[in-house]
Each structure stands twice: as C-alpha cells, then as structure tokens.
C-alpha cells in the first residue's frame, strides 16, 4: 500500500573519508563519518518512527560492517561509524519493541571488487566474496519479512563465515 512506511534500510557511508589509522585520524574524519553513519541513521528512523509504529509491524534494517568488528587496520573513522550503527540498533530495538518494530543489522561481505585485478582474496572459509544479489538481498528481504517478526537487536552477517560467532 502506498503512502505508508513498513521497513526502512540505511545504508550510506562517504568512501572518500574512511581510511585512516587512530594515530593519524582527524576529528573532521570522524565527524564525516558519524554525519554519514549512524548520525543520519537516527535521523532517519526517529523521522520514520511515526510511520513504522502506525503500520503495526514495522521494520528497520540497518547497514553495519564487519570492518568494526574485527577492526579493520586503516579504517579507524570507518570502523568506529559503523560500531556506533550497532549499538543504535540494539538501543532501538530495546526501546521500539513494544511498538512492535524490529531493529537489526546486516553486515555483509559483498564483492564490490568486481573484476579488479588488484582484488585481495577473499578471507572468510567459503573462500568467496558474497554477491549483493544472490546473497545479501536475500538476507535483508528475511529480516523485511513476516518470518523475521521475532528478530530484533541481531546483527546477520552474510559473510561466509569470516567472523563465525565474533558478532553476536
């Protein structure tokens, strides 16, 4: 039905601002990147809040990354971005689920190196990199779903079992 919001997904960052070491990192790539992460993530589900409590079963999927998790050496603003998306999305899930509204993460490990020669090998133990289509839609499409109704807090990480259990 048109005219309502059931399911928001963020998923934005800014990739000319993510690489950095903690020595080196400026408090204008950090702020670059929380502007880009989970600040316009708030903003955006505080703006949807309304609507996904009207329709009765909302729906919140929000972009992480794997990259926080484990660390990921040079991308000090990146990770600690994407770090604080998560624990947006736990605090929201505790906070909205009596409006049954569902708050979880995806945090995928896509080949968005296509055909580059210069593409590192993938590191997880099904040895290749997951394809947006075939592998990571499919996951947000669950959590969309009626079947994900009791999921909420998660982080789903389509990864090919880079990071088994590190995540939850």
Not at 6 to 17: E, K, Q, R, T, Y
Not at 101 to 116: E, F
Request: net charge negative.
């Amino acid at each position: 039905m048109y005219g309502r919001i059931d399911i928001l997904v963020n998923n934005a960052f800014d990739p000319s601002v993510v690489f950095s070491s903690v020595l080196d990192l400026s408090t204008e790539q950090l702020q670059r990147n929380l502007e880009m992460g989970p600040i316009a993530y708030l903003r955006t589900m505080q703006a949807c809040y309304p609507h996904l409590k009207a329709s009765g079963e909302g729906r919140v999927i929000n972009f992480a990354s794997l990259a926080g998790v484990i660390g990921l050496q040079g991308y000090a603003p990146y990770n600690m971005a994407k770090e604080a998306v998560r624990a947006l999305t736990r605090s929201a899930a505790r906070e909205w689920g009596a409006d049954k509204i569902t708050v979880n993460n995806v945090m995928p490990v896509a080949d968005t190196w296509g055909t580059a020669a210069n593409a590192p090998a993938p590191t997880n133990v099904l040895g290749r990199y997951g394809s947006p289509e075939e592998d990571i839609a499919p996951v947000v499409l669950f959590l969309a779903s009626k079947d994900a109704q009791l999921l909420t807090g998660y982080s789903l990480t389509p990864d090919g079992g880079q990071i088994i259990d590190s995540a939850r």
